[in-house]
């Protein structure tokens, strides 16, 4: 016996035992239940009795039927009602008080057909001759369960509510505490928080279950001082966007929720009535604050840089709470969430410009994140209307600092205080080299807090590009086979030739390599030296423009991918690229160069070949791979063709400030998974896949730096299995499962109820 309902079956049989020396077997048990306390368990008595039959409408599936049905039931001749032979058939009775059986002069007609089993059965009682009541079952000092149960209207409403849950659990659990009508309706509807908001939605309703929708009013009445019985879901939401009291709660599981889009719904046609109320509780607060920051970002486009920085501050000023809002986590603030980003970019410093190392450092350690904000506001409105706005404000203070710091390259440049790379004149050290074409270097920054995110050992350098910053010239710079190719006398691609004399194309390039014993595929072996390539970012930048900020997440992720696999096959490796690039929405400005001017299909977006003997104002740089060829360069962050987003070519520090990227050989962090929990009591069982040795720990509260309640932790077996015991203490309150490495770094979390599956 260990619930309430295992004592109810042992009951039952034991009351068809008999003294077979003085006593003849009774025909069946006669089960009377005036108030229909035990109603609520008949399907789960059902399951575990197939003798049980049931007075009642008829009903083959749940064997219930009118009398004179039962007694045909009992006398075996229904061939449809299987009775177990062993078995004593139990005649449950609800409605039904044994002394309306008895009496037979008053006996209704329609149960007189039972009357009989009053002498033939035996009836299931308490010693004094009473029927049982449900409580008087559960807490009889001369029954099986001996529980503490208060005997007032509302504890035995609540009981008979609560009766299958209630039976349902362990008897140890239910001894050693008085159960009265609260601590009974928070067993049937134990999360007051999400019962409201689901009846506010209408998936939860009195229809659909009476039962936990009264404890559920009850329970609501009494803590929230709220009726569902009498009250309606908009009175409900009414106080639920105030958070007075116990409200609060309720408000945290919303906050908690990207669902509930009916209670949403109804929040929308609610304002607060004063301005000491919750402003953040409203979502047509937010939609006004939306339309207004819209509005002010466009206006960017009409006034000066300066004036422009100024305004995005105070923007920041007055929006930047609602990034804190639901709202803001439903994806409804969008504009909010960007102008953070916006906000980075228009307090950018300009880059030093008085020595070339200075100005890359200063470029690599802090202002490529400006480029990084830039893209993450785009990525962050992408609807057609907040793009617009978006676009507006960076060409307002994005856009001058572009010119800025291309503009100051180019007098670096121009004073012969930067040179830009040359051909190697040896072979790289490194024996696996990953390329990522237009690998920019605030994405390789982003790759970098990602990978050591993952636990691997990161390197992040710099090199210059060469020049043009295209790929039919800087790929073969970063090449292992760069030292032995060489630049034409003359060129119109920009492409350095083989010693064979052959322009240096990928598939040229390639067999190169592969002579010098470079594999360019999949190598399986992890002691040879490979070439491997990923990465779309420049081919979805010509293809997408400014939109290719949307994809620049899920695009490192897939780089990251790349790179874990590669290090999970043994291998330490070198990242590299050909050249970054420039964004603008809207178009980079135009620089006009007459076509007259431009050898042959020599013109770019950001670079032209200018014939020879040419004027031009336009900075021109030797071409890397013979500098007896110069090439222009489009002034500023221009482009020699209007209306471009996306360019590269030219020089500035988006273009000619490359990453080189070391990656050390092992194995990054675990990845691991809490495949089940399961409490017994308040025993919880923990199941870990990939958790070998790591440890759990059981922590209060719903983050995971609430107080520890399991001291030390537990280390997993060989299984990732272990078991804890917690205090009752803290019993029914959420707390988070934690596993944790030798570093304390938080591996995997699960949320849950202490004591409750």
Not at 327 to 349: C, D, N, S, T, Y
Not at 425 to 432: L, P
Not at 450 to 467: D, H, P, Q, T
Not at 478 to 485: D, E, G, M, R
Request: hydrophobic fraction near 45%; proline fraction near 6%.
């Amino acid at each position: 016996m260990t619930t309430p309902l295992d004592a109810l079956v042992s009951a039952l049989h034991y009351a068809a035992s008999y003294n077979a020396a003085a006593e003849a077997p009774p025909e069946v048990v006669v089960w009377c239940d005036a108030n229909r306390e035990f109603e609520p368990l008949l399907p789960a008595l059902r399951e575990r009795l197939p003798e049980l039959l049931t007075y009642g409408e008829f009903d083959a599936d749940t064997r219930t039927g009118p009398a004179v049905w039962l007694r045909a039931a009992v006398a075996g001749a229904l061939p449809a009602v299987d009775i177990p032979e062993e078995s004593t058939p139990i005649l449950y009775l609800p409605g039904v008080a044994r002394e309306t059986l008895k009496g037979v002069d008053d006996c209704p007609t329609l149960l007189q057909p039972l009357v009989w089993f009053t002498v033939a059965g035996t009836m299931f009682g308490h010693v004094n001759g009473k029927d049982w009541t449900l409580r008087s079952f559960l807490t009889s000092e001369r029954g099986l369960l001996k529980l503490n149960i208060a005997d007032d209207n509302a504890t035995r409403t609540a009981l008979s509510h609560a009766a299958q849950r209630f039976c349902s659990r362990p008897v140890e659990e239910l001894r050693g505490q008085r159960w009265n009508a609260d601590h009974l309706n928070a067993l049937l509807a134990p999360d007051l928080a999400a019962d409201m908001l689901d009846w506010i939605e209408g998936a939860f309703t009195e229809l659909g279950d009476p039962s936990r929708f009264a404890a559920f009013a009850n329970i609501a009445d009494k803590q929230l001082k709220f009726d569902p019985r009498r009250l309606s879901p908009q009175d409900a939401v009414r106080r639920l966007a105030k958070r007075e009291g116990r409200w609060a709660e309720v408000w945290a599981r919303f906050g908690a929720s990207t669902g509930y889009e009916q209670v949403v719904a109804y929040l929308n046609f609610q304002e607060p009535g004063t301005l000491f109320e919750h402003q953040d509780s409203y979502p047509r607060i937010n939609s006004k604050g939306e339309d207004d920051l819209r509005q002010q970002l466009l206006g960017l486009a009409d006034i000066s840089p300066e004036a422009a920085r100024a305004n995005v501050a105070e923007l920041e000023t007055k929006h930047a709470w609602r990034r804190e809002t639901i709202w803001a986590r439903r994806g409804q603030a969008p504009l909010a969430q960007a102008l953070a980003f916006i906000a980075e970019v228009a307090a950018a410093k300009a880059l030093p410009s008085h020595e070339g190392n200075a100005f890359a450092e200063a470029y690599v350690s802090a202002s490529a994140d400006i480029d990084w904000a830039a893209m993450q506001s785009l990525a962050a409105a992408p609807r057609e209307v907040d793009h617009e706005a978006i676009a507006a404000a960076l060409r307002a203070v994005y856009l001058p600092w572009l010119e800025q710091g291309a503009n100051a390259l180019q007098e670096l440049m121009r004073v012969g205080k930067v040179r830009l790379a040359a051909p190697p004149k040896a072979e790289s050290d490194a024996t696996t080299v990953l390329f990522v074409d237009g690998l920019r270097m605030d994405i390789a920054r982003e790759l970098v807090r990602r990978l050591e995110a993952e636990g691997v050992k990161v390197s992040l350098g710099w090199m210059w590009s060469g020049f043009p910053t295209v790929t039919a010239t800087c790929k073969a710079i970063v090449s292992p086979v760069a030292s032995l190719l060489v630049g034409p006398p003359a060129t119109s691609d920009v492409l350095p030739h083989s010693p064979e004399g052959k322009p240096v194309t990928k598939p040229v390039l390639f067999k190169l390599m592969e002579a010098q014993g470079w594999e360019t595929g999949n190598a399986l072996l992890s002691g040879t030296k490979l070439w491997t390539e990923t990465g779309r970012f420049d081919e979805e930048g010509h293809a997408l423009g400014a939109r290719l900020a949307e994809r620049l997440s899920a695009a490192i992720r897939d780089v990251a991918d790349r790179i874990l696999g590669l290090l999970r096959s043994g291998r330490s490796l070198r990242i590299v690229t050909d050249h970054g690039w420039l964004l603008m929405p809207g178009g980079l400005p135009h620089a006009a160069l007459d076509v007259g001017l431009v050898e042959p299909n020599g013109k770019r977006t950001r670079c032209a070949l200018v014939k020879a003997r040419a004027q031009t104002s336009y900075l021109q740089v030797p071409w890397t791979w013979n500098p007896e060829i110069s090439v222009a360069t489009a002034t500023g962050a221009r482009s020699f063709y209007a209306s471009y987003e996306y360019a590269h070519g030219g020089v500035s520090p988006q273009e000619c400030i490359l990453p080189v990227i070391d990656v050390a050989n092992g194995s990054p962090q675990r990845t691991v998974s809490i495949d089940r929990t399961n409490w017994e009591g308040l025993r919880l069982r923990v199941e870990v896949a990939g958790g070998a040795d790591l440890r759990v720990d059981l922590r209060l509260g719903s983050e995971t730096s609430g107080q520890s309640l399991v001291k030390g932790g537990r280390v997993l077996d060989e299984q990732g299995r272990t078991s804890f015991l917690a205090s009752d203490e803290h019993e029914r309150e959420a707390a988070c499962l934690v596993v944790l490495d030798d570093d304390d770094r938080v591996l995997a979390l699960h949320r849950l109820v202490i004591g409750e599956d």
